[in-house]
């Protein structure tokens, strides 16, 4: 099984330039997250949508949009960016969230904005 | 005070020695720890969850301290194959709202 798939891997953009993460995951889980990983700070949610049709924002969301287009896919678009959104993006997926603790995270997305 | 704070390491030991990672958390009423791992360049992966009563996994044995607010991670005969970051992670809920927060991780680096 492919388990979570993110495209690009790796993506150097301008700034003031636009694009779209997209995430797709193949285990039908009803949960979705996009987090960032950045050097001394920990892995930090931007968005998560709970279920196909909802979507929260979470701790770091601003300069993000997300859409859920299905229960498979959650896409995370950054509108116009900024240096401070080079980072590595992790798309992951769980079928009930933290309770159990595991969540299933993507090969990543490393983004640099000039 | 982080809410969440581990020692980044890197812990250099040789293989077969037994090393210990601590992460310890600000908010006593956090509810759900578990602990990560991350190779190089990669995808962290759940490794175990931590409770009070101890888990144990073969090698790896994560314990819960609540009265010091603390997790820990203890793995034993270390293999080339354990060097990896280690991260913790812990769950408040509060309100209906579960906060997560992840540590930084502790790189770990098995010296053959």
């Known amino acids: 099984n492919a388990g979570v798939t993110q495209t690009p891997k790796f993506q150097v953009l301008k700034t003031g330039q636009s694009m779209t993460l997209q995430c797709a995951q193949d285990?039908?889980?009803?949960?979705m997250y996009w987090y960032r990983q950045d050097p001394g700070m920990g892995l930090r949610l931007i968005y998560y949508?709970?279920?196909?049709?909802?979507?929260d924002k979470g701790e770091v969301p601003n300069g993000y949009n997300v859409s859920r287009l299905n229960k498979r896919e959650f896409s995370l678009r950054l509108e116009s960016a900024a240096p401070s959104q080079t980072s590595v993006y992790f798309c992951?997926?769980?079928?009930?969230?933290?309770?159990?603790?595991?969540?299933?995270f993507g090969e990543g997305s490393r983004l640099t904005v000039l | 005070r982080k809410e969440v704070e581990q020692d980044p390491g890197p812990f250099n030991v040789p293989e077969g020695a037994t090393v210990a990672f601590n992460c310890t958390y600000s908010n006593s009423a956090s509810q759900s720890f578990f602990w990560y791992r991350q190779d190089c360049r990669k995808e962290p992966k759940l490794l175990m969850s931590v409770y009070s009563s101890g888990n144990e996994d073969g090698r790896f044995t994560a314990q819960l301290n609540r009265a010091s607010q603390y997790i820990s991670l203890l793995i034993r005969d270390s293999k080339l194959s354990d060097s990896a970051t280690y991260l913790c992670?812990?769950?408040?809920?509060?309100?209906?709202?579960?906060?997560?927060?992840f540590g930084t991780g502790t790189k770990l680096q098995v010296i053959p």
């Open positions: 949508s709970a279920s196909e049709g909802t979507t």
């Open positions: 285990m039908n889980h009803n949960s």
């Open positions: 992670v812990v769950i408040l809920n509060s309100g209906g709202y579960q906060k997560v927060t």
């Open positions: 992951a997926s769980s079928d009930k969230g933290w309770d159990t603790g595991e969540l299933f």
